[in-house]
């Protein structure tokens, strides 16, 4: 049961992120990336 409950949150990520990520032309959308801040 936490197997598969860990499997669907993680498919549920990856989904969300391709989505926010891409167009529906499957073009990269880099205006929506940001750069990761140094925790330095």
């Known amino acids: 049961m936490i197997a598969a409950?860990?499997?669907l949150t993680?498919?549920?990520i990856?989904?969300?992120a391709f989505f926010s990520l891409f167009?529906?032309?499957h073009q990269l959308r880099l205006d929506?990336?940001?750069p990761v801040?140094?925790?330095n």
């Open 5 to 7: 409950g860990t499997a």
């Open 10 to 12: 993680t498919i549920s």
């Open 14 to 16: 990856i989904l969300l």
């Open 23 to 25: 167009s529906p032309n």
């Open 32 to 34: 929506r990336l940001r």
């Open 37 to 39: 801040k140094s925790l």
